[in-house]
């Protein structure tokens, strides 16, 4: 109280809802937990003013993500179709990765 602080939960609270009660207790709304999670993420870097900042390393994220440690070895299906034609034999059973 000294140093001019607030000490009650008012403040806190009212972020919640600011944040969290206003997105999410949206009538006929179903959220999973991974999906209200991304989504309140998303929210609060709008929120703070961090979005224009987070965005770009977001794509950079998503594109290694989504391709260069996908296919980084190649194409593990085209490998195996590849194998399967030039081989007499049956293909070695190669995992695909999910």
Known sequence: MKAGL??????????CRHLIK????????????????????LRSLYVSGDWQEYWPFHLKQEHKRNH????KDGLPLMKRLIQ??????????LPIPL
């Open 6 to 15: 607030p000490i009650a939960t008012g403040v806190i609270e009212g972020a």
């Open 68 to 71: 260069l440690s996908l296919y």
């Open 22 to 41: 206003d997105r999410m207790d949206i009538t006929g709304a179903r959220w999973s937990l991974m999906g209200a999670e991304a989504v309140l993420r």
């Open 84 to 93: 399967a034609r030039c081989s007499i034999t049956a293909p070695p059973t």
